[in-house]
């Protein structure tokens, strides 16, 4: 056993697997033995492993300048140039961009944002957030308090009360609907139970809702057809800001360009952006905001003396150079495209399991999916404890492919975006043997 101490993991389980290297849409044990990335990393490694041009970027970056902050405005070409390249990529009005390192600390400087903002314009009593059960935004202190998943949350004593945090309905049928509901009553429900929070706050007090378009960590929630279009417009309604985590989302996963485009969200105020930014080479966030946002934060933090949240890390040179060249990778090699066209497949061959006897739910969306086991098929039994998930995960594991079980029960699918039809193929047919193995 070493010295780290894992994260995410029982804390009494030893080490499980030491990666040597990768190449493409593959990755090495220390003994040579060969696995699909069936979760790109953790949902991050968009164009694989071992990609020369992101290689050459780093080295090349490293030996021009291998740091400088951006505190009081200290800049670098790349960051700027990584800032317009965001700024216009994103469904989002006269974006402007802060850099952090990680999603949880990009989710930490949008709750800030949104304090900042709201005192700027003169309501600081509204700042309370609605985030929705089993979300997940991180989990720094303030972002595993928007995070609504147990595990997370127990014994860690979070603040959620200091912080504001309201929660909400998770827009999951499968598991969510009471017994004959249709799609459309449940979503009414969850709608109506969203708006009567809201009324019983008080509109005047909250300031934000926080959604990941389609969730990851919570088993890929794809929420039902018309979930947002209700969502947003009672948000309207009461004016309150909608805050998209496009942290596994963003950057062709779901079949467009971000998870907004294709979940019908429509301008949302605040984006935050980590994980395919970079395509993991280095660790990059961005907090996006709205530029209305940014303009009406400008006069008071002119009267404080200055917008006082930055990281040693923000704006790393290094990172901003990768991320840009992933972006410019995306555009010139049409990445978000190929994976649309290899999403398509990937979700079509995957609900071939729709008869396996462990199967309950197949779910996504584009390059992310899930499928829930379950103890009874007919009637939808969740297992007990959820064990079986890492029982399924092992099993494709010793076939051959990296996968991940999330919320107890379900193993997720996330590869890197491109990958070939051979591979999807390779995918399927490994999980094939897998659940044969869990049963
Ligand atoms: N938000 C979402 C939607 C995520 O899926 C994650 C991580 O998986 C985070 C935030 C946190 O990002 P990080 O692990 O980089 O802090």
Redesign the pocket.
């Known amino acids: 056993m070493s010295t780290i101490i894992y994260p995410t993991t029982n804390l009494k389980a030893t080490e499980t697997l030491t990666l040597e290297r990768g190449d493409g849409a593959y990755v090495y044990d220390n003994q040579g033995k060969q696995y699909f990335e069936a979760l790109a990393g953790?949902?991050c490694t968009s164009l694989g492993y071992n990609n020369r041009e992101l290689i050459d970027t780093v080295n090349q970056q490293m030996g021009q300048l291998s740091y400088s902050h951006m505190f009081g405005g200290k800049t670098h070409q790349v960051g700027m140039d990584l800032s317009e390249k965001l700024s216009a990529m994103v469904p989002v009005e006269n974006a402007k961009v802060f850099f952090g390192n990680?999603?949880?600390?990009?989710?930490d400087t949008h709750i800030k944002m949104l304090r900042y903002y709201f005192n700027a314009i003169g309501k600081p009593e509204k700042y309370k957030i609605i985030a929705r059960d089993r979300?997940?935004?991180?989990?720094?202190v303030a972002?595993a308090s928007l995070t609504g998943l147990v595990p997370n949350h127990t014994h860690f004593d979070l603040p959620f009360e200091a912080l504001g945090i309201l929660r909400t309905d998770a827009p999951h049928y499968y598991r969510g609907a009471l017994p004959g509901e249709t799609e459309e009553q449940f979503v009414d429900r969850i709608t109506n139970n969203l708006e009567q929070m809201i009324l019983a706050e008080g509109a005047d007090t909250i300031a934000a809702f926080i959604a990941?378009p389609i969730?990851?960590?919570s088993g890929v929630i794809v929420p039902p057809k018309g979930y947002y279009e209700k969502v947003q417009a009672i948000l309207n309604k009461y004016d309150i800001l909608f805050w998209a985590?496009?942290?596994?989302?963003g950057f062709g996963r779901t079949g467009n360009d971000f998870g907004s485009r294709t979940m019908g969200i429509e301008n949302p105020a605040m984006m935050?952006l980590?994980?395919q930014l970079s395509s993991a080479y280095m660790?990059i966030?961005a907090s996006v905001i709205r530029g209305d946002m940014y303009e009406a934060m400008i006069e008071p933090s002119a009267q404080v003396g200055v917008f006082g949240h930055g990281y040693t890390y923000s704006g790393h040179p290094v990172a901003c150079a990768v991320a840009l060249k992933t972006l410019e990778i995306y555009e010139r090699d049409n990445i978000f495209g190929h994976a649309a066209e290899m999403g398509d497949y990937m979700q079509k061959r995957l609900r071939e399991f729709a008869d396996h006897p462990l199967v309950g739910e197949i779910r996504g969306e584009g390059m992310i999916a899930a499928i829930e086991m379950v103890a009874n098929k007919a009637t939808g039994k969740a297992f007990e404890g959820g064990a079986v998930g890492g029982f399924a995960m092992q099993a494709c594991q010793n076939h051959g492919m990296i996968t991940r079980a999330v919320a107890g029960s379900s193993l997720a699918f996330c590869p890197p975006l491109i990958i070939n039809k051979d591979q999807v193929d390779e995918m399927i047919e490994k999980l094939s043997k897998g659940l044969d193995d869990t049963l």
Do not use: Q
């Open positions: 953790l949902w990680s999603g949880s600390d990009a989710n979300a997940y935004h991180g989990v720094t972002a990941e969730t990851g960590a985590d496009e942290v596994i989302t935050t980590a994980k660790p966030s």
